[in-house]
């Protein structure tokens, strides 16, 4: 877990140079927003990184698929009709705790209860090197039995 | 007051007087009658023996035909002063000497005829004996004697004079011990009656009348009285202790209170009153009350007062009253009748609660609502471009990676970009107010707010049904009634989950509680969850919500405030459970409001509450 924190702060800028690099770090990325285009044009961003992306345009479908599928990290919109972020988040950290959440918001200020929720809050807007960095930063290590450069 | 005019004590005396009477005149009568037979019996006797001796005295000159020795013989009647004839007469019945006590008249009658056998009787005043004369077993002659009833009216005035000596004497004695036994039985009497007539007069019910010794009927009446007293006195006592701590609590409350009569005549105030107003009793007494209120408001407050006295129903209403100092305070002033067991109104009983410092802290409260509503409509409008600002940087940025395939990000970029443009160009209509009230049309501000939140009702797939027809201008400030709509269809929106139905419908109407005031009406409708029955009375307070997580509860209370601005009003209906569940929401708007102005605010906020009915079906 150490060596991952430790390496995650040079990554993303390897990842974004190196190509080859990112796709040892590939991750199944949930993608939780009521707006459309802001969905889409996320998901072509997080793709051209090498991830891949599984789409929800609610809470409520974004927890149905959470359930059903493994889940490397959630990148979550706050300010939702319906289901809200926050209750979005409380749920998938009672099902699986250890899954990170990314947060995004609109709002400059961010209610207190829902801080602690989240691995990391990014405020929509200029947001897109702060959203690669955070992926890069939690995605999971490789795994031992999976790709043989991931002990280089 | 009763007055006593034949007291017990007379009364008992008169009696014992009419009985000693009746027994002595019994007594006396029977005396007198028996006295009478007797004094006849014997005057007759009497009679007869002197009969009989003059018959024995007149043998001898009746044998020897002496006249004058007879006329002497009966001379001696002279010593009998009550006889009146007396004659001597033959067995022929002849005349033979006579005796006369008046000397004048010397008739000679006949021996009368006896009468029924008797030889002696009392008749027409007078008594008669006949009397024969016999000598050696022969007739010879007879006697006849009259006499007067003088010694009987003689004997009878004296014992009448005797009589009603001691008649009298026994009526005195009978006075004296009367007088003096009846004092046993009637003092106690007058004493209580002195007493009874002592307290109703002095109204002391402390006083008792004087126990008696004897244990009899008036011993007991007196006790009963007297215990009756202690009772009305108790009762006295505890209704001025509880007259006390009402005037107490009367006076000791904050408020102002009064009591009137049913008529509405004001009779009572308490301190309160008498210190805000700085008046007196006197100027204050009855209708007097009318000299603190503000004479422009005065004809409503006496109309709507005289109709709950007609009516008997609540009086309720915001009216100012003058303070010593000269300045006017708003009071929320309610009344209640206070009925009998039959349901007739008594009185009325009022109280005049100050509302001025809550009126200022209520509008304190709404002016920093409405920045705190300008805050988060910021923080909302922020919100709102940040999303499409967002998708537009990362549509860059992959086109900057990707040189080769900008088309599509550009054109999603684009779209974002003419969405942060649209949402600018309607969130500043909620900024750009006037400082005076113009003349806007309401389907066209209508049309703004559906814009404005036009994508969340896209992505929820909303249903919009509107019907807004042109021409509807009303005078008003149009960011707040923008702000009202807002909220209004904000919260439709939010109550509807997908494939939900909007209705927003705007006509020319007048207004529902009086007839004359023309506007327009706007009703927003949904087919959303729907208010409970038991959140409907709280949904215009403030700070009460149901979305804790993004609301802060003073949507709708500042939409109120603001219908009510404008003197307007608004109206909510709703229906829960699965089936036709919704809510919708009525607002009216005159379409001059602001010159509607002889009108005081106090009276038309008031007013507008009245107006607010918010049933839940």
């Known amino acids: 877990l150490s060596s991952r924190a430790a390496g995650g702060k040079n990554r993303p800028a390897a990842a974004i140079e190196k190509p080859e690099l990112a796709e040892l770090f590939m991750a199944i990325i949930l993608c939780i927003d009521d707006e459309p285009n802001p969905l889409q044009a996320r998901k072509f961003l997080l793709e051209s990184e090498g991830h891949q992306v599984i789409e929800a345009a609610s809470g409520k479908e974004g927890l149905r698929i959470f359930q059903s599928e493994s889940i490397d990290i959630v990148v979550l919109d706050y300010w939702m009709s319906g289901m809200n972020g926050l209750t979005v988040a409380q749920e998938i950290k009672r099902l699986r705790p250890h899954t990170p959440i990314i947060m995004l918001s609109g709002f400059p200020e961010l209610p207190g209860e829902a801080v602690g929720l989240a691995d990391r809050w990014i405020l929509k807007g200029r947001g897109t090197r702060d959203l690669l960095v955070a992926v890069a930063e939690l995605v999971p290590p490789p795994k031992r039995d999976g790709n043989m450069k991931s002990g280089a | ?617």
């Open chain 2, 1 to 617: 007051m009763i007055k006593i005019r034949d007291s017990i004590s007379k009364k008992l005396t008169a009696l014992n007087m009419l009985v000693s009477g009746t027994a002595l005149l019994v007594a006396c009568a029977a005396l007198f009658a028996y006295d009478l037979s007797s004094f006849r019996q014997t005057t007759l006797n009497d009679l007869s023996i002197q009969a009989q001796i003059i018959g024995s005295n007149s043998v001898t000159p009746l044998v020897f035909n002496d006249a004058k020795s007879a006329q002497q013989a009966l001379s001696a009647l002279q010593a009998s002063p009550h006889i009146v004839y007396a004659g001597i007469y033959r067995t022929n019945g002849q005349f033979f000497a006579g005796y006369w006590r008046t000397k004048t008249v010397h008739e000679t009658p006949p021996i009368p005829a006896a009468q029924g056998g008797n030889t002696r009787w009392f008749r027409e005043r007078e008594f008669t004996v006949v009397q024969p004369i016999v000598f050696d077993g022969k007739l010879v002659g007879t006697v006849y004697i009259r006499s007067d009833i003088q010694a009987l009216v003689d004997r009878l005035k004296n014992y009448a004079l005797i009589l009603v000596a001691v008649a009298m004497l026994a009526l005195l004695a009978a006075l004296l011990i009367s007088r003096t036994s009846q004092r046993a039985i009637a003092k106690p009497i007058a004493a209580l009656a002195e007493t009874a007539r002592a307290v109703s007069r002095d109204k002391n019910y402390g006083a008792r009348a004087a126990p008696t010794a004897d244990m009899d009927e008036v011993s007991v009446l007196i006790n009963s009285f007297n215990e009756m007293l202690a009772e009305i006195q108790k009762r006295d006592t505890a209704l001025q202790e509880s007259e006390d701590q009402f005037r107490t609590l009367a006076d000791s409350v904050s408020q102002l209170a009064w009591m009137a009569h049913s008529d509405g005549y004001l009779f009572w105030y308490n301190k309160r009153w008498y210190e805000y107003t700085g008046t007196t009793p006197e100027q204050m007494s009855g209708w007097g009350w009318q000299s603190v209120h503000d004479p422009k408001l005065l004809p409503i407050v006496l109309e709507r007062w005289r109709a709950s006295i007609t009516a008997g129903k609540a009086f309720e209403m915001v009216f100012p009253l003058r303070g010593k100092d000269g300045t006017f305070r708003d009071f929320l002033t309610l009344a209640v009748p206070v009925r009998g067991a039959d349901g007739k109104v008594l009185r009325w009983f009022g109280t005049n609660t100050d509302i001025t410092e809550q009126r200022r802290s209520e509008e304190a409260l709404r002016r920093s609502e409405k920045l705190a509503a300008t805050g988060r409509l910021a923080a909302s409008i922020a919100h709102e471009i940040n999303n499409p600002l967002e998708a537009v940087t990362n549509l860059i940025y992959l086109a900057q990676k990707n040189p080769t395939n900008t088309g599509k990000y550009l054109e999603m970029a684009d779209q974002e970009l003419e969405r942060i443009s649209e949402i600018t160009r309607h969130t500043l209509g909620f900024f750009r107010d006037t400082s005076t009230p113009v003349k806007i049309n309401i389907s066209e501000v209508l049309l703004d707010v559906l814009n404005l939140y036009d994508r969340k009702i896209r992505f929820k797939k909303i249903a919009v049904k509107t019907r807004l027809p042109q021409g509807l201008e009303i005078t008003c400030f149009p960011g707040e009634i923008r702000q009202v709509f807002s909220n209004l269809v904000s919260n439709a929106v939010e109550a509807m989950e997908e494939n939900g139905r909007l209705c927003i419908k705007a006509s020319r109407t007048h207004d529902w509680t009086n007839g004359y005031r023309s506007g327009v009406r706007v009703s927003v409708l949904d087919t959303g969850c729907g208010v409970g029955r038991d959140q409907m009375p709280k949904i215009f307070e403030p700070f009460y919500t149901t979305k804790k997580d993004v609301g802060t509860g003073l949507g709708l209370w500042l939409t109120r405030g603001l219908v009510q601005k404008h003197h307007g009003s608004i109206r909510v209906k709703s229906r829960t459970g699965s089936l036709e569940a919704g809510t919708v929401f009525s607002v009216f708007l005159p379409r001059e409001p602001l010159q509607d102005q002889n009108q005081s605010p106090e009276v038309s906020i008031e007013t507008g509450k009245r107006n607010l009915h918010a049933t839940s079906e």
